[in-house]
């Protein structure tokens, strides 16, 4: 039999080990562990029930009801103090998570594409505007295509025009998307009508030459085609990139894959052709080589000259983003310099 006294005093016992062990509790978890070995049914106070069968039957229900008193009492201890830690949780996550709303704003820069690219695109619309197919060839090339089948045999002086990265005796760095031309031609019937865009690369570097720069080229091969038809397009390209107000002039020039070959000029649209020094004061100024694709080129592709005739144009696309974006060194296109680049941004 137990004595009703005794467990009393067990539960006292109960009561302070409660308010003892849990002073020193710091969150709202470690309140929960602790409760349920009070609460839970094997817990201290859960398993003072069990005596409830030990003890003379007249004290039963005094016991029964100190025990609820407890348990009453430990709920309620536990539950403020499981109020009291979440709240100091719910304050402390309030202050970690605080927005200093007077802190400078994290900005993200929006970039922009490279002044070149951006050239590139823009002639790629205006050509293929006007039919043109994009061909894209590859950077290492053999001498064949890139000088011998373009009019340019091993002896020609015209080879010492452009100095060469050579990769072995047989293949080399392309010097000229020009090379483009002969592969299209060998696969193709006319009409051909490509546009061919691309890195190229020549041992060169100054203020105006980069070792490697784009270029883009364009091919026509149909019947009778003609210097009118190239001056035409050109036209139609410089008054989109310069204004409207731009013409354009044709000089007589020499390249072996194309006879008569021209430089072409268009009209200083800095001063409109009265003379400036962007134009050298001669009111023109030199943007690209082009003419007649030469027979022996035509020949060479098995197309026949006297059935068909081309035109062909080799656009620097370094040289019209510096004419159209006022850039007199073609390194500032090369540095990545965020000052210059990010001041271009005409898309
Ligand atoms: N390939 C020449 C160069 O790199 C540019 C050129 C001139 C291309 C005349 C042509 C052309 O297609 O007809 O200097």
């Known amino acids: 039999m137990q004595d009703l006294n005794e467990l009393i005093e067990k539960m006292s016992g109960i009561r302070q080990s409660i308010l003892s062990e849990t002073s020193d509790l710091s969150d709202s978890k470690m309140v929960y562990e602790m409760k349920k070995t009070f609460l ?63 802190m400078p704003a994290v900005t993200h820069e929006v970039g922009c594409l490279h002044p070149v690219t951006q050239m590139r695109n823009q002639l790629i619309d205006i050509f293929s505007g006007m039919g043109f197919e994009i061909y894209e060839g590859s950077e290492v090339e053999n001498d064949y295509y890139n000088f011998t089948a373009l009019n340019t045999p091993q002896d020609h002086p ?29 696969n193709r019937k006319p009409p051909i009508k490509i546009l061919s865009p691309g890195k190229v690369f020549r041992s060169d570097d100054d203020a105006t030459h980069s070792p490697m720069f784009s270029q883009m080229e364009g091919l026509v091969v149909d019947r009778s085609i003609t210097l009118g038809d190239l001056q035409g ?27 008569p070959s021209v430089e072409v ?64 060194n073609i390194k500032q296109l090369f540095e990545s310099d965020l000052r210059v680049l990010s001041q271009i941004n005409d898309h």
């Open 40 to 102: 839970d049914k094997n817990g201290r106070i859960g398993q003072m029930m069990r005596f409830m069968r030990e003890i003379d039957p007249s004290q039963r229900a005094d016991f029964g009801q100190k025990v609820n008193e407890l348990k009453n009492w430990a709920q309620n201890y536990f539950s403020s103090m499981d109020e009291k830690m979440k709240e100091k949780e719910l304050e402390l996550r309030y202050e970690s998570e605080k927005i200093d709303v007077t």
């Open 158 to 186: 015209a080879r010492d025009m452009q100095d060469t990265f050579y990769l072995s005796p047989e293949f080399l760095l392309r010097t000229q998307t020009s090379s483009g031309q002969i592969h299209v031609m060998e």
């Open 233 to 259: 397009m050109l036209d139609v390209f410089v008054k989109k990139i310069y204004g409207d107000d731009v013409r354009t002039r044709l000089r007589p020039s020499f390249f072996p894959f194309t006879e």
């Open 265 to 328: 000029d268009v009209s200083c649209f800095e001063c409109g052709g009265k003379g400036c020094n962007l134009c050298k004061h001669t009111g023109w100024i030199e943007v690209l080589g082009a003419g007649i694709v030469n027979r022996k080129v035509l020949e060479n592709c098995g197309i026949d000259p006297d059935e068909y005739s081309g035109l062909a144009f080799g656009i620097g696309l370094e040289r019209i983003a510096m004419l159209k974006y006022g850039i007199n």
